[in-house]
């Protein structure tokens, strides 16, 4: 009886094909954005077909989620287990990742194009959108929680509007640097409003609003 071979998985130059269209997508979107940036401009940027393009990814709604999660994928490239860090730590990956989307315009406004296109009816993304959101809203919440039980006090209920508004502030200041970068530093205004928020969590502090 002869023994059952190992699966192996994608070869190394099929991958590397696959990361060269996702590059090519999320350049194409972020420009044009899904439902009007053509598979056939994507496909001439790396020298395909149409076919081409569906043969690795099936569809143009399949390829836009691999495209989402590739932009995903590279935030936490470099971190342990490829994971977001809990805590104070989590902030500083933040402020960190902030500094990065200084350096790749086309990753973040692809990001800014799909994520406002994803609140229109049927939009394939908004199911990504919609669970990306909840789950980067709980995280936040929890690293509050977590940094107020290390610093000896008491969470606020004002914890979850905290997790929202930091990444509210953070999306909005990418929309602004987009449309005029001499005007925003994106990592300064970015790391001014995170510490802001992270402050008035830790130390509440009336204000005469």
């Not at 991958?15 to 439902?35: S, V």
């Not at 009007?36 to 395909?48: D, S, W, Y």
């Not at 043969?55 to 490239?77: C, I, M, P, W």
Request: aromatic share 6%; glycine share 6%.
């Amino acid at each position: 009886m002869s023994a059952t071979r190992p699966k192996s998985g994608p070869r190394p130059e099929t991958l590397e094909r696959r990361r060269e269209i996702l590059r090519a997508a999320t350049e194409t979107f972020g420009a044009k954005g899904y439902n009007r940036g053509p598979l056939t401009e994507i496909a001439e940027k790396v020298g395909m077909t149409h076919a081409g393009i569906l043969h690795h990814f099936g569809s143009k709604n399949e390829l836009l989620l691999e495209v989402l999660q590739y932009r995903d994928d590279t935030d936490v490239a470099e971190l342990p287990d490829h994971h977001i860090p809990d805590g104070a730590d989590l902030f500083r990956h933040l402020v960190r990742t902030v500094r990065l989307n200084a350096l790749r315009a086309g990753i973040v406004q692809a990001y800014a194009v799909l994520s406002a296109e994803s609140v229109t009816d049927d939009h394939p993304a908004r199911a990504f959108f919609e669970q990306r959101y909840a789950t980067l809203r709980a995280e936040v919440a929890h690293a509050f929680r977590a940094m107020c039980q290390e610093a000896g006090v008491e969470a606020p209920d004002t914890v979850d509007k905290a997790a929202a508004s930091i990444l509210a502030v953070m999306d909005g200041l990418q929309v602004q640097w987009l449309l005029d970068p001499t005007a925003v530093d994106l990592a300064q205004a970015s790391e001014f409003a995170i510490e802001a928020v992270v402050a008035q969590v830790l130390t509440p502090r009336p204000t005469p609003l």
